[in-house]
């Protein structure tokens, strides 16, 4: 079973284009989406709830404060793996649809992801791989209607993690359209607990990606366009609360790996 998990702070403007997009993408695979409102103060809640209304497969949370991307993923995460759990009779059989995992994949719920990669992520844990990173810049990736500073930004980001963190084979670590086994996943979250994701900034996606790939035996690209122009709405991302985000991220991880005695002289 497919688990889609959608973090939304004021996404009013693309929300119902992608959940659409997704329902077609989507339509051969048994799936549950759950849409997490991150305290949106425009229309995203009444969107969601009414989408939930006419498609039973689609749940809404809601956070009355806002938490940030890393706090909305979390809530999503958990409510999958309850979900996982309720649902476990209603699995019986969905070998033969193809469905031989249950993965936990999320996008950005601005809609300049593309839901026709989700068959091909899928198919990729699947076959083997148990986290896949949809790429802008693996060979036949693209990218559309960023800015010179946000291009730099995610290029920047790529190249100095994966100079302290490197993973073979993965060139974007910033992207937030990934799929996981949602067994590695869950063991994951089994190890960290709350503080699986602490950074509340876009920095999240960076400090959860380094936590999972130590859990798995493959991690796997696959090329997909971005479309910032599809983005209807204002950018969440600022830019120095982004890079800020990314070196104390650098320092936190770090000071973790090398232990407490090697850091007592600075």
Same mark, same amino acid.
């Given at each position: 079973?497919?688990?889609?998990?959608?973090?939304?702070?004021?996404?009013?403007a693309?929300?119902?284009?992608?959940?659409?997009?997704i329902?077609?993408?989507?339509?051969?695979?048994?799936?549950?989406?759950?849409?997490?409102?991150?305290?949106?103060?425009?229309?995203?809640?009444?969107?969601?709830?009414?989408?939930?209304?006419?498609?039973?497969?689609v749940?809404?949370?809601?956070?009355?404060?806002?938490?940030?991307?890393? /706090?909305?993923? !979390?809530?999503? +995460?958990?409510?999958?793996?309850? &979900?996982?759990?309720?649902?476990? @009779?209603? $699995? %019986?059989?969905?070998?033969?649809?193809?469905c031989?995992?249950?993965?936990?994949?999320?996008?950005?719920?601005?809609?300049?992801?593309?839901?026709d990669?989700?068959?091909?992520?899928?198919?990729?844990?699947?076959?083997?791989?148990?986290?896949?990173?949809?790429?802008?810049y693996a060979p036949g990736?693209?990218?559309?209607?960023?800015?010179?500073?946000r291009?730099?930004?995610s290029?920047?980001? /790529?190249?100095? !993690?994966?100079? +302290?963190?490197?993973?073979?084979g &993965?060139?974007?670590?910033?992207? @937030?359209? $990934? %799929?996981?086994?949602?067994t590695?996943?869950?063991?994951?979250?089994?190890?960290?607990?709350?503080?699986?994701?602490?950074?509340?900034?876009?920095?999240?996606?960076?400090?959860?990606?380094?936590?999972?790939?130590?859990?798995?035996?493959?991690?796997?690209?696959?090329?997909?366009?971005?479309?910032?122009?599809?983005?209807?709405?204002?950018?969440k991302?600022?830019?120095?609360a982004?890079?800020?985000g990314?070196?104390?991220?650098?320092?936190?991880?770090?000071?973790?790996?090398?232990?407490?005695?090697?850091?007592?002289?600075e």
């Amino acid at each position: 079973m497919l688990f889609v998990v959608l973090p939304a702070y004021n996404e009013e403007a693309g929300l119902k284009e992608l959940l659409d997009d997704i329902e077609r993408s989507s339509r051969e695979i048994p799936t549950q989406i759950i849409v997490v409102n991150d305290a949106s103060t425009d229309h995203t809640f009444q969107i969601a709830k009414a989408y939930a209304e006419e498609f039973d497969n689609v749940n809404v949370l809601s956070h009355e404060q806002n938490k940030g991307l890393g /706090g909305a993923l !979390m809530t999503g +995460f958990k409510h999958a793996f309850r &979900l996982r759990e309720d649902l476990k @009779g209603q $699995r %019986a059989g969905l070998e033969q649809t193809g469905c031989t995992e249950d993965v936990i994949l999320t996008m950005d719920a601005d809609n300049t992801h593309p839901a026709d990669r989700i068959p091909l992520m899928l198919a990729e844990i699947y076959s083997g791989a148990d986290l896949v990173v949809a790429s802008r810049y693996a060979p036949g990736g693209e990218q559309h209607g960023l800015n010179i500073m946000r291009r730099t930004l995610s290029w920047g980001a /790529g190249k100095i !993690m994966s100079f +302290f963190f490197p993973v073979s084979g &993965l060139k974007d670590y910033s992207c @937030g359209y $990934r %799929a996981y086994r949602a067994t590695t996943l869950e063991q994951v979250y089994q190890n960290y607990g709350e503080q699986m994701i602490e950074n509340r900034s876009f920095a999240a996606m960076v400090e959860l990606l380094v936590k999972v790939v130590s859990y798995c035996r493959e991690v796997r690209e696959i090329p997909f366009s971005l479309h910032y122009e599809k983005k209807m709405g204002k950018s969440k991302m600022r830019i120095m609360a982004t890079i800020f985000g990314y070196v104390s991220l650098i320092i936190r991880l770090k000071k973790e790996t090398w232990g407490s005695m090697e850091w007592a002289g600075e």
